[in-house]
């Protein structure tokens, strides 16, 4: 066996190490990486809460530093392991891969930035490819299939929603004034997006009957509106649910055919299987 | 009459009466039954209400006794009167029957766990079976139907949701910074959920102008997100109502046959009846 | 003419300018009582505003008096214009009629009760059938046959919600103590309700860690379960919609036709037209 | 070429660069103006901000004035462009247009009237025309023809929420009092309405147990009469979404054939194409 070949048969057996979970060094390597995260996480949040920080704060550090280290290694056995790293590199999983391991690496030159290692929580998706679960990842293309159908329609809902904020924002502004906490329009702007997506903190609240009774229609319209986003996933669920799908057909190129249908219900001809 | 077959009459006459509801005294027994669960859950509200307690403590607690003694009694005579004890003891309403009847006994050892007899509550589920409600059961498992049918969606999205709090809690930990309220990325986490969710208590609020724009996108997203679980259970209750099945054609194995059809919409063989 | 025709033929006259807005006096009438009801309603509420009050009572308190007796004197010729007054009186309208007057005479014996008389408000009903709306009592209509068909099912999504709160405010009651304004059981219930249905107040908030985790929980959960009510109205109206009836075929008994088919999509019997 | 032929090759070639957008010029003149509006709407937010507006007060209003100007420009040109300059004037866009520019103007006679300015985000609509987004625009229209379907019904139920605040409100008047925040109806009204729209600001909440009772209804009702706006939206959605129109055969008068049929379901005879 020349240093080529092993070299290459080296690289095969990494690659079905981490990419893969059908052999049973791949599953242990899996679920190693998904105790990894889950811990990585944790530690992050705890470093936050200064009582635990205080206390155990060597063996966060320490601990974050291990399992940074860890990631680091994995990352670089990722590159190896396949023929086109680039293709890895700018892959979903990863860009989150790099950000997951780069904010303790930065912490050493910018104060601060460590804690956007909780961006390794976004590593968690990972537990859908790992766990290969093709039922979820089903249901989860389902959704984006839907999700996607309706895309156009809330971004127009949502532009709507933010003028309609942006100019009764600005009315209450107007009416309660600056001695009932709207001090400025972009803080009475961001009230209405509080009472209008029903969210409600209560840390800016209108106080002159005028703003109460407007903010009244604020919070019906709320109320109101938000059975349009609603109403548009569920027509489009519901159009998945029932199997119809916008194939045109081949002769007569009418659409909406169910999705096991043989035969165009228009002019009786053979539809493509895909 | 042998003392065995007395037994067994004696052991059938208890199972009609605490199991059936088809006789008048199944029927006294089951609306007493009812009457002491609703008293009992009343009773156990009440003594947590200071004002309250310190009054009548000592009716209170004489009652909660009384209908501990009897819960334990209807237990043992639950566990005699049918053939498989064990079956009733690892039932839904076995298990809930344990837990309603053991906490009063475990604060003799425990102090403070006597609260936990509130799990009482779930033994009014008791009530569907009770009036023998066939409609509104018919109803409850329609709805289970839909709901199990949705429950691999809404897991994908409920464990997005989470991994979205956990990133956005951590950009506003950084954001806001302790001195607005946002102490640690687990209290950030916990207001990203109370914001997305529109719950907003306003205990923690944003006070920087970034961190309210940053809260505004939140707002909106969670206001939006909601359409997606709405959407997916709309969608299956809808095929739920209009009767479509997953039933497979046996000759074509074409699917989506509504409820009723006896034959195949695509070959025209006849369907299996259930 | 005799004296009793011509009772009967202002009894007849009375009907079709108290019941019927055919006529131009019919017409008059229903506008006046409109305005009389919003007058009404608008009194009442000013005069709970202590600085309204203090300056106007007397005229309040006069133009109430006034509208009373008016309503009075309505109600005694509804009785007196249709041929069975009992059938008015226990009617829907019949009844708010009769609880829009009374407030403000039992205002005289028992203090406070003229408060009672918002109820007037329910007169607002009215409106539908004063402007002879077909357009919207249809649609209120469909609404209701919605609502009817999905209400077994709401109730059983409620009570299980109710059951819910209780169990989860006990824990919560548990977990977070009287110090941190959990002070009872109930309470708690109530703050699990406010949570559940992401009313959120924010008067009472848990505080420590384990009770911001279970707070969170419930929030997700009742963020998600929002899906159940809104799917099963959502599922009833699209049945409604796409005109989907429950009338079964003479022949085979097969349901789920659609509202305007003439055969039956079974074995192909003529179905019965209403 | 006669002076009116200069004349009205001018007014066509305005019209060319300020109402289409397919020469260069008119995409140059939609991108400035869109950018202008952006500008404007910024402009007036951050002049609010008190901070912001002492530090750059001057350039601010200086800013206003010339956008103002530009848009009155724009505003004379547009008149100009077109032979029927008031259907511009009373068009949709015209009225906006007019709207966004007078309020700096009216702030030299009235004062804090400038603010009016924000009313210019409602020029932003423009964004859908001048991107020529027809799919945008589509997804609006069918947007708009699920609401103007569902008009009737959604105007029924706000009604009824209206009218069932004003009842509730004046229940926890009584039940509350002044005492606990309750100061009159209106305000309680007001307070309905937060709470069964679940906004929940929390500035009013009920202190006193049966207080906490009616609010727990109040909640819960809330929480699942949502569910019918949603599933009025959803129902007429999912119409639109599965084509299913309102066109009678004309020879059977049958109705809801699919949006591409071209035969009738129920006669076979050739239904009218659009």
């Not at 891969?97 to 780069?102: A, G, K, P």
């Not at 968690?124 to 959704?143: C, D, E, H, Q």
Request: proline letters at 3%; a positive charge.
């Amino acid at each position: 066996m020349s240093s080529e070949q092993k070299k290459s048969s080296f690289r095969h057996r990494l690659h079905e190490i981490i990419y893969e979970a059908d052999t049973n060094a791949g599953k242990v390597f899996d679920v190693v990486l998904l105790a990894a995260i889950l811990a990585s996480v944790l530690f992050v949040m705890l470093e936050s809460v200064e009582s635990f920080d205080t206390k155990y704060h060597t063996f966060l550090n320490i601990a974050e530093w291990i399992i940074t280290i860890l990631f680091t290694i994995e990352y670089i056995l990722r590159l190896i392991a396949i023929k086109k790293p680039w293709k890895y590199v700018f892959s979903f999983y990863g860009i989150i891969d790099l950000l997951s391991t780069l904010p303790k690496y930065l912490s050493l030159i910018f104060v601060g930035t460590h804690h956007l290692a909780a961006l390794r929580a976004l590593r968690l998706l990972r537990v859908f490819r790992i766990l290969k679960l093709a039922r979820y990842i089903g249901a989860s293309n389902r959704l984006l299939v839907a999700l996607r159908a309706s895309r156009a329609k809330i971004a127009v809902f949502l532009f709507f929603i933010v003028i309609l904020c942006i100019i009764l924002g600005t009315v209450m502004y107007m009416v309660e004034g600056e001695e009932n906490g709207f001090t400025s329009i972009p803080r009475s702007v961001y009230w209405a997006i509080v009472t209008m997506t029903t969210v409600g903190y209560g840390d800016i609240a209108p106080h002159t009957p005028l703003g109460q009774l407007i903010a009244s229609v604020i919070m019906i319209l709320g109320y109101g509106i938000i059975a349009i986003p609603t109403g548009i996933v569920s027509s489009e669920m519901t159009k998945t649910v029932l199997d119809v799908n916008t194939q045109a057909c081949p002769s007569c190129l009418k659409e909406n055919h169910k999705d096991n249908a043989e035969f165009c219900y228009n002019c009786g001809s053979i539809l493509n299987e895909e």
